[in-house]
């Protein structure tokens, strides 16, 4: 565990295996690294430096509560990888930590090898459905706690893996994200965020990952990014938007694959 201070903010992350550095950048929710994390990590760190950021929010890292911006939040990643790394790193961000991971990279093309994005999205107001889903989790989260985490779990995942789960373990999925003030401070981040100006400054060269049955974020965001990005490569999982849960075994090899590849290796599509 370590702490560094970035503007009065204490930001939280761990540091975990040996080799080159990979930095996992998580999504909405107040719960941050452990839950997001917590399974994946240990396929990594075999061959792999994992580092895992807490990003303000979280239970773990402690700011000022001001809005959350793209821009402040890349800072406290920034701020991380000069702490914890030595040189370049390999940078994954999930959903909306893909918004923060892909601004890193705009911002400090120095400081990222290499770029994967998983069911990520640009911007939000443009999209009557998204907006719909993130007004109504704030909706619940401020009036009905039990109905916002029964909401997110149907949307987190695609409907045959919480079927195949049994209800047992799906009613064991809806505490994973409460609706704490952090996580309504990330919702209300993921209703303003824009990233669309700075996606074509991104040099690394970037993977762009969607999940074809992501009904929280549509797979279709994920092909936006990808062309978004320049020279970038595109993958398909089918499965939900926690596509790491549903299929790990596929998303361990895209990554590892990825991050492996020779330099002059940049377009790898799988559908």
Do not use: C
């Not at 690294?33 to 990003?55: E, K, M, Q, Y």
């Amino acid at each position: 565990m370590a702490i560094v201070n970035v503007k009065g903010a204490q930001v939280h992350y761990e540091k975990a295996g040996s080799g080159p550095a990979l930095v996992l950048v998580h999504g909405t929710g107040s719960a941050g690294s452990a839950v997001n994390w917590g399974r994946t990590t240990p396929r990594f760190t075999p061959h792999r430096t994992v580092i895992t950021p807490d990003l303000p929010g979280t239970e773990a890292t402690v700011d000022d509560g001001a809005p959350l911006t793209a821009e402040g939040l890349a800072a406290q990643v920034i701020a991380v990888i000069e702490d914890a790394a030595d040189g370049p790193v390999d940078l994954l961000g999930f959903s909306m930590g893909s918004t923060v991971a892909a601004t890193v990279a705009a911002l400090r093309p120095d400081l990222v090898r290499r770029l994967i994005l998983v069911a990520g999205w640009a911007h939000t107001d443009s999209d009557a459905y998204l907006r719909s889903l993130f007004t109504l989790w704030q909706s619940l989260g401020t009036s009905d706690p039990a109905s916002f985490g029964r909401a997110v779990a149907m949307t987190g995942f695609s409907r045959g893996f919480l079927n195949s789960i049994g209800r047992e373990a799906f009613e064991a999925l809806i505490p994973n994200m409460p609706p704490t003030p952090g996580t309504l401070r990330h919702i209300a981040y993921d209703l303003q965020v824009d990233i669309r100006p700075l996606l074509p400054r991104i040099e690394a060269p970037t993977l762009v990952i969607g999940g074809t049955q992501d009904i929280t974020v549509p797979v279709e965001h994920s092909r936006a990014l990808h062309a978004a990005i320049p020279g970038s490569s595109y993958a398909e999982i089918d499965a939900g938007h926690v596509m790491f849960f549903e299929q790990e075994d596929t998303f361990v090899k895209l990554v590892t694959e990825f991050t492996e590849a020779p330099a002059t290796v940049t377009a790898v599509v799988s559908r």
